[in-house]
Nanobody, 115 residues
Framework: QVQLVESGGGLVQAGGSLRLSCAAPGLTFGHYAMAWYRQAPGKERDLVASISRDGSTKYADAVKGRFTISRDNAKRVVYLQMNSLKPEDTAIYYC?????????WGQGTLVTVSS
C-alpha cells in the first residue's frame, strides 16, 4: 500500500522559514508528478506548488517568489521550502502524487505562522 508521509510542519513567526518533506517509500517515485496543497480552516484545499516528472514547476500566485518545490527521486522525497512566511500561510499542507488517473495523498502536516 502506497503511503505518503509529510513532515516538517510547526509553529513559526511571520518572516520565518520552514521546509516540508514528503516521503513516498513505496512509490515508483520518478513516474509521478508531485504537488503540495494546503487547506486553511473553513476553506477549500488549494494547490500550492507542483513539480512534474521532468522537474518543471508551477506555483500559486500567493507563494511565488517565497516557496520552492523540489524533488529527490533517489530518496523518493519531495520538498517544499517556505520562506518569508505570512500568517495567511497557516494551513494543513498535504502532499499528493499523481500518475494518470491515480492519486495518493498524505495525511497532512500543520503549519502555523504567528504574527
Amino acid at each position: 500500500q502506497v503511503q505518503l508521509v509529510e513532515s516538517g510542519g510547526g509553529l513559526v513567526q511571520a518572516g520565518g522559514s520552514l521546509r516540508l518533506s514528503c516521503a513516498a517509500p513505496g512509490l515508483t517515485f520518478g513516474h509521478y508528478a508531485m504537488a503540495w496543497y494546503r487547506q486553511a480552516p473553513g476553506k477549500e484545499r488549494d494547490l500550492v506548488a507542483s513539480i512534474s516528472r521532468d522537474g518543471s514547476t508551477k506555483y500559486a500566485d500567493a507563494v511565488k517568489g517565497r516557496f520552492t518545490i523540489s524533488r529527490d527521486n533517489a530518496k523518493r522525497v519531495v520538498y517544499l521550502q517556505m520562506n518569508s512566511l505570512k500568517p495567511e500561510d497557516t494551513a494543513i499542507y498535504y502532499c499528493k502524487a499523481e500518475l494518470w488517473n491515480t492519486q495518493y495523498w498524505g495525511q497532512g502536516t500543520l503549519v502555523t505562522v504567528s504574527s
